[in-house]
C-alpha cells in the first residue's frame, strides 16, 4: 500500500458543527502532516506529528485540534469554524521527520463552512 | 510562511516543448522538493535534490540547485499534454514549505 487515504472528500458543515477529517496510510511512515490550500494557493502547513507527537504547531488556531491515535491514523478536529476556514484540507506522510524523503500526500478533503 | 516565488506564474506551450520552470527560496535547506499537482487535488513528488548535489535527473525530469543563489529550476522535456498541471517547489529545512507555484499547460 502506498497510498495516503483521506475522509471524507467533500464535507459541508455550519459554523456550530463539529466534524473530524481522518488520515490513514500503512507506509510504516512515522511523520504526518496537516496542509491547508486556499484556491490558486500553494498548501501551507498547519501540523507536524512525528513518531504520533505534535512536534509542529503553525499557530493554528485553536479551532482546528490535530490528533494521531497511533502510528496509522491522523484525525483533525473541526469546531466552531469560520467560513474564511473553507479550503482543501490535504494530509501527507513521511518516511522520517528530518530525512531526505519526498512526502506523500492524500487527495485532500474540500471542507465548506456555511 | 511561504519560502518564496516561483517563475513564471503561469506557462503556456505545445507539446513536445520544453518547459523551464524556476524556484527560490529564502532560508537554508536541507534538501528541495517539486510536486505537481492536477485539478486542485493530492500532490504528487516528482523529485528531491539534496542541498550538496547541483543537478538530477529522473526521466524526463531534470532539476538543478544553486543553493549560493537560493534557487533552483525543473525542466520538463519533451512535454505532453499530460503534463498540464501546476507545479510546486518545496524547501524543506525541516519542515515542508511550498512556492507560489507555475501552471503549466501543454497544447496538444
Known amino acids: 500500500d502506498t497510498e495516503v487515504t483521506q475522509t471524507p472528500k467533500h464535507l459541508v458543515m455550519g459554523m456550530t458543527n463539529k466534524k473530524s477529517l481522518k488520515c490513514e496510510q500503512h507506509?510504516?511512515?512515522?511523520?504526518m502532516y496537516w496542509y491547508k490550500q486556499k484556491a490558486k494557493k500553494p498548501p501551507e502547513l498547519m501540523f507536524v506529528y512525528s513518531y504520533e507527537k505534535l512536534s509542529i504547531n503553525e499557530s493554528v488556531p485553536s479551532r482546528f485540534s490535530p490528533e494521531c491515535p497511533n502510528s496509522s491514523l491522523l484525525n483533525l478536529h473541526l469546531h466552531a469554524l469560520q467560513p474564511e476556514d473553507s479550503a482543501l484540507y490535504l494530509c501527507?506522510?513521511?518516511?522520517?521527520?528530518?530525512?531526505?524523503?519526498?512526502?506523500?500526500f492524500g487527495s485532500g478533503t474540500r471542507l465548506t463552512v456555511v | 510562511s511561504q519560502q518564496g516565488e516561483e517563475d513564471p506564474q503561469a506557462l503556456s506551450i505545445q507539446e513536445g516543448e520544453n518547459a523551464t520552470m524556476n524556484c527560490s527560496y529564502k532560508t537554508s535547506i536541507n534538501n528541495l522538493q517539486w510536486y505537481r499537482q492536477n485539478s486542485g487535488r493530492g500532490l504528487v513528488h516528482l523529485i528531491l535534490?539534496?542541498?550538496?548535489?547541483r543537478e538530477k535527473h529522473s526521466g524526463r525530469l531534470r532539476v538543478t540547485l544553486d543553493t549560493s543563489k537560493k534557487s533552483s529550476s525543473l525542466l520538463i522535456t519533451a512535454s505532453r499534454a499530460a503534463d498540464t498541471a501546476s507545479y510546486f517547489c518545496?524547501?524543506?529545512?525541516?519542515?515542508?514549505?511550498f512556492g507560489q507555484g507555475t501552471i503549466l499547460t501543454v497544447h496538444p
Open positions: 501527507a506522510s513521511s518516511q522520517a521527520p528530518g530525512q531526505p524523503y519526498g512526502y506523500t
Open positions: 518545496a524547501a524543506d529545512p525541516g519542515k515542508l514549505t
Open positions: 535534490i539534496r542541498s550538496n548535489e
Open positions: 507506509m510504516g511512515h512515522r511523520a
